[in-house]
């Protein structure tokens, strides 16, 4: 034990590349359903990075259903996976991958590296949330106050090592023990689907759910309100807020095309022009361009936009159900 | 047809009071010669032969079929080169990985250099996602277990999923010890599969053949013994009779095509021959299975009641219980056999809640069964299991189970779906709410029936095989006619059926059969609540009404005490890991506690 936290210690006292250069490179992950089912032959599922146009090499399992992808900010190298059979982990930018969880823990939804110590991973599952203190070596549930466990995504407060955001079946709980118990927060007792902070803004939250919209909190998950508009009754699947500029947000989910505010939630513009599939599962806003929003579509690959959603770009990844995507910079 | 009489808990007693005692059935017997000891071993013996000289011989390319010319140590050249071919373009996952760790064992000695090299490679390169289900699960780690266990020193650099063989070993070790707990105390939750049974059976065969651990291949051996066991005793000419968590739509109406009726063939001989690898794996384990399990799968001289406790797979949300129970119930005779589930969601997608199932002349062809369900489709149903987005979880699972969505499918649960036995006689109710996806019924009726006449008296009598059956509808229907079978439609949306079952040797004419049930007291409602009343040819009276607890003679079913098994032949308490056998003079325990079993002739 005492090896592998030097060994990680190591990893990210020297990591493998220069910030000096540093440029965000796109990964997103994949489930191909198209004919999938368990034990067939193995389909390009798993993990994708985009090497420009409309090119993209995998990375890694080819026959993993993979939900969510988290990298701790300082090392780019260091990264988890949520997927179907555990918390897998790299350590070496995807060139080699460890399960680190166990039989007990299956069905994983999201992952969530704390960005102030890295070493502390949670972890949302159909049965619960589990945390790593260790970067991976061991795992214990953490489910104290939390009903139903049915757990879909799960947020680390940036600003504080101890507070800790997840959504599931019946709405968010929040907790202020690095996870040792939950307690209800938020509005509704609806089924979250997913919850993105601003590490430049923590105080901003953004929640999205099954049939009531987004949900947005601006003291730091205390309380929250609903997205008002078109936006309010739909089942958004993915929410992100652009990195540099906190009034710039965007959501999708099921049906819905790209939501899109650049009031920082007080209004949206809904989307659909130029898009063969309407359900979006991934968002994220380009570090390298300012004003470029990438989707991931459930059927259709990925796309981009650089007018707020105006017009799309095909990026690839033909038929493609795209669950999650995420820049990591180096 | 819907008789509105007195209020049932009365009428109960009135019939209890003066139920006739005419028109009772004959004993059903009928007679059981078994071949001697020994012979039972060497036709079995001779049959685990013959599947293995199959596979040995086809021209085929599959890990069975080396599996099977490296135990006969026959054409090695040829099958080492084939081998090589299958090493290029490994998949399957976990169903990759039980047949090649069994190929690496019985290959171990044999090998050349360049093949046991690449072998070792490929859990490097080759990546087997663990799956989602019960079935997966034990092939994964059990496999996990032996490659372990074979190279039991390498890091975590040399296996697919980063862990050292000592991390993966124990893990697999832990699942397997967790899964053996479960299931001789709760019963599997993908129970009594007829599709799926292979899917144990040749992993736990594996474990049993290769484990080194003396514990575990001692719990190995005696899982075999138990799943076997479980099997035997609802097995009729090869048939896996009753509900069952999975089965696909074209294996509930042709059960011949199941992995069961292989491994039935394999260990009981009592159906004609049909090959699976599964059934091989067992075939080379070198598992020899107990005489008793022999008598308890063919010995049908008597009719008996054979009750089990199952219980449900996982539940992620929507349940209060992760693992709900599972009642099980069967009536079996030598001429066919009823069996039932309570009804509800209990396993998603395949579940099977009831059917009679009759003994045939021609099991190739099966058709040899009938059965009503609800056609439910919810994406909450799978949501209780999986863990996709609401609206897109039919579509997904659709693309593997074609069927799910289809208003006429004949697979399935439904919470609107009761069903309750006794015996030979069976009730079944709906309580279909109006907006339901598909508001009817759907009843699988063969083409293979010998008779189906619809009676004034509001029966529907048919004959299959030697299995006679009446069939009561409470509410009216209609025929469709399909490809080998009628479909029986019903859109009302309070319904049910009422079902009793004779072997055609208790009555002298089918004719007899038929005066015998018109004279049966039936009063049905079906306002506000489904509602049966019905008094059985053994002079029975039962009381059912939808949501509520059944009753025989006024007395309430007990299932807080069902039993995980209870039969003349099984024996079982809940939470035991404790199996009792019993057939006549030959007996045998197997005691998961303490890893003992205890054979013995009175």
Redesign the interface.
């Known amino acids: 034990m005492m090896k592998k936290q030097l060994f990680l210690t190591l990893i990210f006292l020297f990591p493998t590349i220069s910030l000096v250069t540093a440029k965000s490179n796109l990964y997103v992950s994949v489930l191909i ?10 389909l390009p599922t798993g993990l994708y990075l985009w090497q420009g146009d409309t090119t993209w090499n995998h990375i ?6 993979i939900w969510s992808i988290d990298t701790a900010s300082e090392n780019p190298d260091y990264m988890f996976v949520a997927a ?3 918390a ?1 982990r790299t350590l070496d930018g995807g060139q ?4 680190t969880t ?2 007990r823990v ?2 994983v ?1 999201d992952v969530s590296i704390h960005p102030l110590d890295h070493h502390l991973v949670y972890i949302a599952t ?2 619960g949330i589990w945390k790593t203190t260790d970067g991976g070596e061991s795992w214990r549930e953490s489910n104290n106050g939390l009903n ?1 466990t ?1 757990t ?1 995504t799960i947020q680390c407060d940036a600003s504080s090592l101890q507070r800790v955001i997840a959504g599931g ?1 019946e709405g968010l709980f929040l907790s202020t023990n690095q996870g040792e118990s939950w307690k209800p927060t938020g509005p509704l007792p609806v ?1 979250v ?1 997913d919850i993105i902070s601003n590490r430049q803004t923590p105080r901003l939250w953004l929640a999205g759910t ?1 049939k009531h919209g987004v949900l947005i909190s601006r003291n730091q998950g205390k309380t929250w309100g609903t997205a008002e508009g078109d936006i309010q009754d739909q ?1 958004i ?1 993915k929410v992100t807020i652009h990195q540099n500029n906190p009034k710039l947000m965007a959501a999708g989910g ?2 819905t095309g790209v939501f899109i505010s650049r009031d920082g939630g007080q209004t949206w513009k809904q989307n659909k022009k130029g898009l063969k599939t309407l ?1 979006i ?1 991934g968002l994220a806003f380009d570090p390298n361009e300012k004003q470029r929003l990438w989707i991931g579509t ?1 059927g259709d690959g990925v796309y981009f936009s650089e007018d707020f959603g105006k017009s799309w770009n095909y990026a690839g990844l033909s038929g493609a159900l795209v669950s999650d995507m995420k820049f990591i910079t180096r | 047809m819907i008789k509105r009489l007195l209020p049932l808990t009365v009428i109960s007693v009135l019939l209890m009071a003066c139920s006739p005692k005419q028109n009772q059935p004959k004993p059903a017997h009928s007679i059981y010669h078994p071949p001697h000891s020994a012979e039972i071993a060497h036709q079995y013996q001779t049959r685990c032969d013959s599947l293995i000289d199959y596979y040995a011989s086809l021209q085929n390319n599959t890990y069975f079929h080396i599996a099977a010319n490296l135990y006969l140590r026959k054409n090695l050249e040829t099958t080492f080169a084939k081998l090589d071919t299958l090493l290029q373009n490994p998949g399957g996952d976990m169903f990759w990985m039980y047949p090649f760790v069994m190929v690496s064992f019985l290959g171990q000695d044999l090998f050349p250099p360049n093949i046991r090299t690449k072998m070792r490679t490929l859990w490097k390169t080759y990546t087997p996602f663990r799956g989602d289900t019960e079935n997966h699960w034990a092939m994964y780690y059990a496999s996990l277990y032996l490659i372990t266990q074979m190279y039991p020193n390498d890091p975590g650099n040399t296996w697919f999923n980063g862990k050292t063989s000592r991390e993966n070993h124990r893990e697999a070790e832990e699942y397997l010890i967790h899964w053996i707990e479960l299931t001789t105390s709760l019963g599997q939750g993908e129970f009594d599969s007829p599709d799926y049974y292979g899917c144990f059976m040749a992993p736990v065969a594996l474990l049993s053949a290769f484990a080194k651990d003396a514990a575990m291949q001692k719990r190995a051996a005696m899982l075999l013994d138990y799943l076997v066991a479980d099997f035997a005793a609802e097995n009729l000419g090869g048939f896996y009779v009753g509900g069952h968590s999975r089965i696909y739509p074209r294996q509930v109406r042709n059960g011949w095509e199941t992995t069961a009726t292989a491994f039935s063939w394999l260990l009981f001989g009592n159906t004609l021959f049909r090959p699976s690898g599964q059934s091989l794996f067992l075939a080379i384990s070198g598992y020899q299975p107990p005489e008793i399990l022999y008598h308890i799968a063919n010995d049908r001289s008597e009719a008996y009641v054979h009750k089990e406790y199952k219980r449900t797979r996982h539940r992620m949300r929507y349940s209060e219980q992760r693992n709900a129970p599972v009642y099980k119930y069967n009536y079996i005779c030598n001429d066919y056999a009823l069996g039932s589930i309570q009804g509800g969601l209990l396993q998603p997608i395949q579940q099977h809640t009831w059917d009679i199932t009759w003994s045939s002349d021609t099991p190739r062809q099966g058709y040899n069964t009938l059965f009503t369900l609800h056609p439910y489709s919810s994406a909450d149903e799978l949501k209780m299991y999986f863990t996709y987005e609401t609206d897109l979880i039919v579509d997904a699972i659709v693309k593997s189970k074609t069927t799910y969505d289809s208003p006429e499918k004949l697979t399935g649960g439904s919470p609107y779906e009761r069903a309750f036995q006794h015996r030979k006689s069976l009730i079944v109710l709906y309580d279909i709410p109006p907006q339901t996806r598909f508001p009817h019924i759907n009843g699988f009726f063969p083409k293979s029936l010998s008779r189906r006449e619809t009676d004034d008296s509001g029966w529907i009598f048919c004959q299959g095989g030697q299995a006679l059956i009446a069939f009561y509808p409470l509410a009216p229907y209609e025929w469709i006619e399909k490809d080998g079978y009628w479909r029986y439609f019903s859109s009302e949306l309070h319904n049910g059926a009422v079902v009793q079952t004779a072997a055609q040797k208790e009555f002298a004419s089918f004719e007899d059969f038929k005066q015998a049930v018109r004279k049966l007291r039936i009063i049905t409602n079906t306002s506000p609540k489904p509602s049966v009343l019905f008094t059985t040819l053994d002079q029975e009276d039962l009381a059912f009404t939808f949501g509520e607890i059944p009753s025989v003679n006024g007395v309430a079913v007990d299932y807080n005490n069902w039993k995980l098994f209870d039969s003349p032949f099984l024996q079982a308490t809940r939470k035991s890991q404790r199996m009792e056998m019993h057939y006549k003079e030959l007996h045998k325990i197997l005691d998961f506690n303490s890893l003992t079993t205890k054979t013995w002739i009175n």
């Open positions: 359903r198209e004919n999938y089912i368990v034990g067939a032959k193995n890694g399992w080819k026959n993993l259903p179907g059979n555990g897998l080699s991958w460890k399960i166990d039989w299956t069905e939804s159909s049965y139903p049915f879909q079946e089924p689907k099954e089942t699947y099921y049906q359900d599962h459930m």
